[in-house]
């Protein structure tokens, strides 16, 4: 595995949009979305990239290996 991708917050919401997550909410800063029984939270500060650590927090509340992540980010 090479190293992650580091999209900000607003990449990382159209990323899961586009596998059928939706916002259910939006409080302060933080995307809440929302697909069946997974939720996740999403900040979007600006354009900063998320932190590796929320990066794959993320990752695990939507339950998606970093590996098929990697893979479905370069498509």
């Known amino acids: 595995m090479g ?3 580091r999209p900000t917050g607003k990449e990382m919401l159209r990323f899961l949009e586009r596998r059928g ?3 259910v ?3 302060g800063s933080h995307h809440h979305m929302e697909k069946g029984h997974l939720r996740c939270p999403v900040p ?3 354009n900063d990239d998320l932190k590796t650590g929320t990066l794959r927090s993320i990752l695990r509340m939507i339950e998606m290996e970093p ?3 990697e893979k479905l980010w370069n498509e």
């Open 25 to 27: 909410r939006i409080t």
């Open 44 to 46: 979007v500060h600006g």
């Open 3 to 5: 190293r992650l991708p």
């Open 67 to 69: 590996e098929e992540f």
């Open 21 to 23: 997550f939706i916002c």
